[in-house]
């Protein structure tokens, strides 16, 4: 079993800044990536960042400069750093775990609510 429990959501102004969290529980061992994807409506989920276990980081382009992912191994935690949030960054968050269990397995969060909005 495993769970993944996000905060850290919610309405921000053009240009503020918000972080996520999501903390993983149950039997998490093997990971290959823990990250966060993102969708908007009427589009299509899409990766934001992920953050693989040996520490190597990758970024959708669209947020290179302004989002930081990092790790908290002793919590198993991620946190999505964002910073000069645009209103194109409106979308319900995800969080991701994928597990290596023969095949990739992937566990997904409840989504949370980031809106950028004046």
């Known amino acids: 079993q495993v769970q993944l429990v996000e905060s850290g959501g919610g309405l921000v102004l053009p240009g503020g800044s918000l972080r996520l969290s999501c903390a993983a529980s149950?039997?998490?061992?093997?990971?290959?990536?823990m990250g966060w994807y993102r969708q908007a409506p009427g589009k299509q989920r899409e990766l934001v960042a992920r953050?693989?276990?040996?520490?190597?980081?990758n970024y959708a382009d669209s947020v290179k400069g302004r989002f930081t992912i990092s790790r908290d191994n002793a919590k198993n935690t991620v946190y999505l750093q964002m910073n000069s949030l645009k209103p194109e960054d409106t979308a319900v968050y995800y969080c991701n775990l994928q597990l290596i269990r023969i095949i990739i397995r992937n566990y997904w969060g409840q989504g949370t609510q980031v809106t950028v909005s004046s």
């Open positions: 149950g039997s998490i061992f093997s990971m290959l990536f």
């Open positions: 953050i693989s276990n040996d520490g190597s980081t």
